[in-house]
C-alpha cells in the first residue's frame, strides 16, 4: 500500500512562487525573481519525480482527498450531488504530470535569458508559475468539475502571456481572440458536463465511467453519450485548434517565443487530447463521437499543414505545425489507439518544445527578426542552435529513429487498422510535413546570410541580450542548455515505445481491446514494416524537394507560385478563414454600429435602461404625485377604494 504521495505539493509549489513575484517582485532584483520563479518550478518537478519513484503500479489509480467542496442533498440519495478537491493519479496522469513538470522547468531555464532584458520581468514568471498551476490541476483533478477549473485556469493564464506585451495592440488583440475562440469551446464542455450530472449524478471520474461500463455502444443512431462525446470533443476543439476553432494559435505567436514554446506546444494545447482520452469509457461506446473525432484531427492535420508551406514567419510556421500535429493525436483518439494518441503528445513535447525554444534563439541571435526571408547562412553563426533546430526537424518529420518517427508511425499504423482513408491523408501530411519543416531549416541555416541592420519589433528589449546591430551571435548558455536536454530526448524520447512498451505502460487506463485493435483483422508484422518503410520514404521525399526548392534551386519556389497564381495567395492567406469569420461572426456579433450586440443589446436594453430611467421615475412620480394632494376627503376615498378591491378579493377567494 502506497503511503501518501503529497500530490497537492505539485500543483501548489508553482502557485506559491505566482504568489511571490506577483506581490513582490516588482521591488526585487531580476535575480531575486529568477531564483523564486526557477526554484518553485523545479520543486515541483523534483516532487513529481519523487512520485515517481515512490509509487508502485499496483497502488494505481492513487486517489488523493484534499478538502469539501460542493454538497448538494443527502448522500446517496436521488437528486443529490457532491464534488470534492481531490487529486487521483494514474499512468495516464503520470505521463502528463512529467511532461508539464519537466518541459515546464526547461522552459522557465531558458526564459531567464530569453526574457532577461523585459521591463516586466517579474510578471512574466508569475504569469508563467500560475500557468503551471492551473495545468497541473487540470492534470491531477480526480473530477470533471476540478479539471474544468484547471481548464479555465489555463485559459486566462494563456490570455495574459499572449498578451504580455500588452502595450503592442496585435498582442492585445491576440490575447483577446484566444480568450473568445475558447469560451466557445467551453460552452460545449459546459453542457457536456451539465448532462454528466443529470444522468450520472457525479462528476467523479470513477463513478461516472463505474455507470457508463456496462452500458452498450450506441451503434443504432446518436443516443446520451454520443451527444456527451461530440459536447466533450467541442472543448477539445478549442483547447487543442482543431478545426473550426484553430484559428486564434497562430496569432497566439503574438506572445514571447517561451510562451509559444510552453502552452502552444508542450502543455495548454494537449489539455484538448488529454481530456479526450481521459474520457474514453464515454468515447469507445460513442462510434459515432469517436468518427467525429477522428474526421476532424485528420482533416485538421493536412488542412494546417498546407497552410504552413508558404509561411515566411518563423514562429508562424511552427504555430500551424503545431495545430497540424495535434490533428494527429486526434486522428489516433478517433481511432481508439488513445495510446498511441498521448505518445505523440509527449514526443511532441519534446520536438516541438525544442523547435519554438531553438526559434526564440535564432530570433535572439538576429535582434528580433522573424521572417525567415531575411535570415539563411546562420549555421555558421550560432552552430549549436542549428544542431540542435536539425534533431527536431528530424524528428517532427518522422525521420528513422527520432522520437517523432515512432510516435507517428504508431499513430499511421493504427489508422490504418481503422480505415485506409485516415492512414492515406496522414502520410499525405507527413510528406507535406517534413516538407515545410526542411524548408524552415533551409531557409533559416542555409546558403548566405540575408539579413542587414536588426530592429527589435518590440521596440523594448523584448528578445533577452538584444544588441540590436551587428553579427548574429549564438544565445547565452541558460538558452542553449534546455535546447540540448531536449534535442536528447527528441533523439531517445520514442524509444519507450520499442515492442509497444508504451502502449503497456498505459493498458491500466485504455485497457489492451483498444477500438483500433479490433477494427478487422490485425495485419501482418510485415504490413506494418512496409508502412514504417513507406512513412519514412514519403519523409525524405519532402526533405528532398525542400533542398531542391530551396538550397539548389532557389529561384523556383517563386516561378511556382506565379504559375499557381490565386490558389498560392489562397493558401498565403490562410484560405480566407479568418476573413470569413470576421464577416459571418465578428462583424454581425461584436463589430461596429450595426452589429447585433450593439443594436439590440447596448442601445436597445442598456442604453433604454440607463438613459431614460430618469424620465421613466418622473412620469411614475408624477402620477402618484396626484394621490399626495392634502385633502382629506380624497384620502378617505383612496381608503374605501383600496378597501373594496381587499374585500371584493376575499370575497372571491371564498366564493371559489
Not at 499525405?428 to 519589433?457: K, N, P, W
Request: with cysteine; aromatic share 14%.
Amino acid at each position: 500500500m502506497t503511503s501518501s504521495l503529497n500530490l497537492w505539493l505539485i500543483p501548489v509549489l508553482p502557485l506559491a512562487g505566482a504568489a511571490i513575484n506577483g506581490f513582490l517582485g516588482k521591488k526585487s532584483s531580476r535575480t531575486a525573481v529568477s531564483v523564486i520563479g526557477l526554484f518553485f518550478s523545479g520543486a515541483a518537478f523534483a516532487w513529481a519525480l519523487s512520485v515517481v519513484m515512490r509509487v508502485s503500479s499496483d497502488a494505481l489509480p492513487y486517489h488523493e482527498y484534499i478538502a469539501h467542496w460542493i454538497r448538494f442533498g443527502s448522500a446517496g440519495l436521488p437528486g443529490s450531488f457532491s464534488s470534492d478537491f481531490a487529486l487521483y493519479l494514474d499512468q495516464l496522469s503520470l505521463v502528463m504530470l512529467l511532461i508539464v513538470t519537466g518541459v515546464g522547468f526547461l522552459i522557465h531555464i531558458y526564459s531567464v535569458g530569453y526574457m532577461w532584458d523585459d521591463p516586466s520581468y517579474y510578471r512574466f514568471f508569475a504569469y508563467l508559475n500560475l500557468f503551471k498551476f492551473f495545468m497541473l490541476t487540470l492534470v491531477l483533478a480526480n473530477n470533471y468539475l476540478l479539471m474544468f477549473i484547471g481548464w479555465e485556469g489555463v485559459g486566462l493564464a494563456s490570455y495574459l502571456l499572449i498578451g504580455f506585451w500588452f502595450t503592442k495592440d496585435s498582442a492585445a488583440s491576440a490575447g483577446k481572440k484566444a480568450f473568445i475562440v475558447n469560451r466557445i469551446g467551453d460552452f460545449g464542455f459546459l453542457i457536456a458536463l451539465f448532462l454528466i450530472i443529470q444522468h450520472f449524478g457525479s462528476l467523479d471520474f470513477t463513478k461516472v465511467f463505474a455507470q457508463v461500463q456496462p452500458l452498450a455502444a450506441e451503434t443504432a443512431g446518436a443516443g446520451l453519450l454520443t451527444a456527451i462525446g461530440i459536447l466533450l470533443m467541442v472543448g477539445a476543439c478549442g483547447k487543442s485548434a482543431q478545426i473550426p476553432l484553430y484559428v486564434w494559435l497562430p496569432d497566439a505567436m503574438e506572445g514571447p517565443t517561451p510562451v509559444s514554446a510552453l502552452i502552444h506546444a508542450a502543455t495548454m494545447v494537449t489539455a484538448g487530447v488529454y481530456m479526450v482520452s481521459r474520457s474514453h469509457m464515454i468515447f469507445e461506446r460513442a462510434p459515432m463521437a469517436l468518427m467525429v473525432v477522428a474526421v476532424i484531427g485528420t482533416l485538421t492535420a493536412l488542412f494546417a499543414a498546407t497552410i504552413g508551406i508558404v509561411q515566411t514567419d518563423i514562429k508562424k510556421v511552427l504555430a500551424y505545425s503545431t495545430v497540424s500535429q495535434l490533428g494527429y493525436m486526434f486522428m489516433a483518439c478517433g481511432v481508439g489507439a488513445f495510446s498511441a494518441g498521448i505518445f505523440h503528445l509527449m514526443t511532441h513535447a519534446f520536438f516541438k518544445g525544442l523547435l519554438f525554444l531553438a526559434a526564440g534563439s535564432v530570433i535572439h541571435a538576429v535582434g528580433g527578426e522573424q521572417d525567415m526571408r531575411k535570415m539563411g547562412g546562420l549555421r555558421s553563426y550560432i552552430p549549436i542552435t542549428a544542431a540542435t533546430m536539425g534533431i527536431a526537424t528530424l524528428a517532427i518529420a518522422g525521420i528513422f529513429p527520432f522520437a517523432g518517427f515512432w510516435s507517428k508511425d504508431e499513430i499511421l499504423w493504427k489508422a490504418y487498422q481503422a480505415n485506409w482513408v485516415y492512414w492515406f491523408i496522414g502520410l499525405v501530411t507527413a510528406f507535406v510535413t517534413s516538407f515545410y519543416m526542411f524548408r524552415l531549416l533551409f531557409m533559416t541555416f542555409a546558403g548566405d546570410y540575408r539579413g542587414g541592420a536588426h530592429a527589435d519589433e518590440h521596440g523594448r528589449g523584448t528578445h533577452g541580450h538584444d544588441h540590436g546591430h551587428g553579427e548574429p551571435h549564438e544565445s547565452p548558455m541558460v538558452m542553449l542548455v534546455p535546447l540540448m536536454i531536449l534535442a536528447v530526448l527528441s533523439v531517445v524520447g520514442g524509444l519507450v515505445g520499442i515492442g509497444n512498451g508504451f502502449e503497456h505502460f498505459l493498458a491500466p487506463v485504455f485497457g489492451s481491446g483498444e477500438v483500433a485493435g479490433a477494427a478487422g483483422e490485425a495485419a501482418s508484422r510485415g504490413t506494418e514494416i512496409l508502412l514504417m518503410v513507406v512513412s519514412v520514404t514519403v519523409a525524405l521525399l519532402g526533405a528532398m524537394l525542400a533542398y531542391v526548392l530551396y538550397v539548389s534551386k532557389p529561384y523556383l519556389p517563386q516561378k511556382i507560385a506565379d504559375g499557381l497564381n490565386g490558389f498560392y495567395t489562397a493558401v498565403l492567406n490562410k484560405y480566407y478563414i479568418d476573413e470569413l469569420y470576421a464577416k459571418l461572426f465578428v462583424k454581425p456579433l461584436i463589430d461596429g454600429s450595426t452589429s447585433i450586440l450593439w443594436q439590440g443589446v447596448d442601445r436597445k436594453i442598456i442604453d433604454d435602461t440607463v438613459n431614460n430611467a430618469a424620465d421613466g421615475a418622473r412620469q411614475v412620480s408624477d402620477e402618484v404625485r396626484h394621490m399626495q394632494s392634502g385633502n382629506l376627503r380624497s384620502y378617505a376615498g383612496w381608503i374605501a377604494a383600496g378597501s373594496a378591491v381587499v374585500l371584493a378579493y376575499m370575497i372571491w377567494m371564498g366564493v371559489r
